[in-house]
């Protein structure tokens, strides 16, 4: 099963909570322009590990990033294989 | 420092009763006391009574005293020794001496016996106290009677308690207090609930009672704390809250709460009564009587009659900068007329590049009505190094129910800015305190 639901849960949680208006969310929105902070995301990141049992940003050898909340799912979804 | 002088006074734990009268005829290092005389004397005994016993007797005779805390690990004596350059050890009777290699060995033991000989009094003694450092091995600290007791007034006949052990700098100066002057003292006992300990403290009619912010949280939680009726509440060790002082009054409406400022390097500079966290500005800016405080690099500085005098030891480092103010580590914020404690200096956890002291996380947690006492702690992250996480205490009677956590993270988020304000919370039925009364900050 995807993470879909999970993360994108967990990115509205984390703007509620921290007060952040988000941007409409879909798979090409940057992450950049979505809305979250640093801080969110660190807070995303950690919320994650712990629903998901995975942090793909410490364990995984890619180099490369995620850049979009599509990239970011695929980026779960591939750790948990 | 001399003991007894008919008052009738005694140090009393659940076990054990001394009574200071007796010390005039009675020992309770029997036939070897005089073997100790210019000694440097490690002294490591496991029950607080043996050690009053032990140090009332010391102060004078040995050349300087090395007061071990409870829980030295015995293997670590040689190493003590030797930076002590200590000749001699006072251990537990009971027990067979410990392994180490020393020119006397001398056994205290209860209940005292007769003494032989008159006790010398011929040396100003050097007290030296391990630190309870957070890495790496112990510094000795080493003062005088006059430097541990600088800050004493006379206070008249009363019963005193501290929740400290004696044989650390907070407990110590509760003991030479109750030495020198008019007061009995009731002291905790290993394995005694803080209820039997309360229970014990009415009993004895104690008024003056002296503990850390944590010890007091665990009196708040005690069904039994309005079995004493304190004239005097003490704090110091840790950061006293607005919450913990604000608590204490509405418990014991009667009592002056005082919170103090002292530490084993920098002796008692101050106390506050004034029922508000932190201390005034005028402190520091009126500096000139017997203690001098500035803030350099946001840290406290002290200088005073009742710092220790140095660390012991080859290549010690120096306790004292070159105008003999000592660096206490303790980060202080200036708000208004008023100066707050931060947190120590090494504390702070970074949240992507910005400083978070855990006192100050957790002094907002405090104050919110449902959490009694918490504990504020780094949790490791890929994105900003780190984040601010906290375990808490609820208040008595209050149940923890669905949406607590998310309330009372959202109380921090109001209160404090975003990096500050815990991400992640857990309700804990009690939280870790080191045997110095302290809240454990590592493990």
Redesign the interface.
Known sequence: MSARLTILDAIRDVAAEQGKTLAPLSDDLPLMESGLDSLCFAILVARLEDALGADPFTTSETTRFPNTIGELIAFYDEARV | MEAGAGLDRTIATRDCVLRLDDFALNTSLGADLPRLEGRSVVLAVSDMTKAAAALIELDGLARRIVLCPPSLDMRGLDALARHAEADALVHDGDAPAPEASFDVVAACRLPLSPLEAERARRFVTEWVMPTSGTSGPPKLVAHTILTLTGAFQPAGAQRWATFYDIRRYGGLQILLRALSGTESLTLSTPGESVDAFLVRLGEAGVKHISGTPSHWRKVLMSAKAHCIDPDAVRFSGEIADDAVLASLKALYPRARIEHAYASTEAGVAFAVADGRAGFPASLVEASGGDVAMKVVEETLRIRSNRTALRYLGRGAPALHDADGFVDTGDVVERRGDRYLFAGRRGGVIN??GAKVHPEEVEATLNAHDAVRASRVFA?K????GA?VAAEVVLREGVVAREGLEAEI??AC?AALP??KAP??LRVVAELPITEGGKLARHG
């Open positions: 949240v992507g949790r992250n890929p994105i900003t984040l993270l959202s988020r975003a990096h991400s992640f």
